[in-house]
Structures are given as structure tokens and as C-alpha cells.
């Protein structure tokens, strides 16, 4: 069963904008932190951004200024407003949260900043 599940990716022009939305399953019980790591060919995962429950953001510093993270507690969504897209952004985006010990991943959307 799919437990995340991502909105959203596609192909965007070098400073364009893209919204990635994310909402979990009624499964997944005591959602904490949510957030987004990205992944590029030939490179290790990374944090993007991640909330708390509480509202409380921390972000890579290759995209503060750019990216905004936010959610919905009441419907358990996160979504990540991206703006100023560089093609360095291009990866695979995946949608991350914690609820109560465990850890979930969402299947990941592609997102590729090309001209």
C-alpha cells in the first residue's frame, strides 16, 4: 500500500517555478516531521526541507530563497513551493515523514530543470 504519495514533477525551464505536494495515508498514525530530500544521478540522497507538526522549517542551503516548505496538519500534506529553478535541482524528489517510530518514503517524483 502506498503510503505517500507525490504530486507534481515535471520538466521546467532554468528559473521557472514548480509546486510539489505530497499527502499521506490514514495509515500512517502520529505524523511528526514531514518533508522532501531529492536525489540526482550518480549522487546520495539529500534533505530539500523538512516541518515539524509545530511549524518549524529547516532547509539545504542551496535552496533557502528559494524553496518554501509548508503542510496541512488537519489533511497530512507537505508541498514545496520551488521557485528559481536551477538545473542543478534536477532529481528525483521524494516525499518524506515520520509517524511515531517509523519512517516513510513516498516513490518519488522526477523533477528536471532543462532549457
Known amino acids: 500500500q502506498v503510503q505517500l504519495v507525490e504530486s507534481g514533477g515535471g520538466l521546467v525551464q532554468p528559473g521557472g517555478s514548480l509546486r510539489l505536494s505530497c499527502a499521506a495515508s490514514e495509515t500512517i498514525f502520529a505524523i511528526s516531521t514531514m518533508g522532501w530530500y531529492r536525489q540526482a544521478p550518480g549522487k546520495q540522497r539529500e534533505l530539500v526541507a523538512i516541518i515539524t507538526s509545530g511549524g518549524i522549517t529547516n532547509s539545504a542551503d542551496s535552496v533557502k530563497g528559494r524553496f518554501t516548505i509548508s503542510r496541512d496538519n488537519a489533511k497530512n500534506t507537505v508541498s514545496l513551493q520551488m521557485h528559481s529553478l536551477k538545473p542543478e535541482d534536477t532529481a528525483v524528489y521524494y516525499c518524506?515523514?515520520?509517524?511515531?517510530?517509523?519512517?516513510?518514503w513516498g516513490q518519488g517524483t522526477q523533477v528536471t530543470v532543462s532549457s
Open positions: 518524506y515523514a515520520v509517524g511515531g517510530p517509523y519512517h516513510y
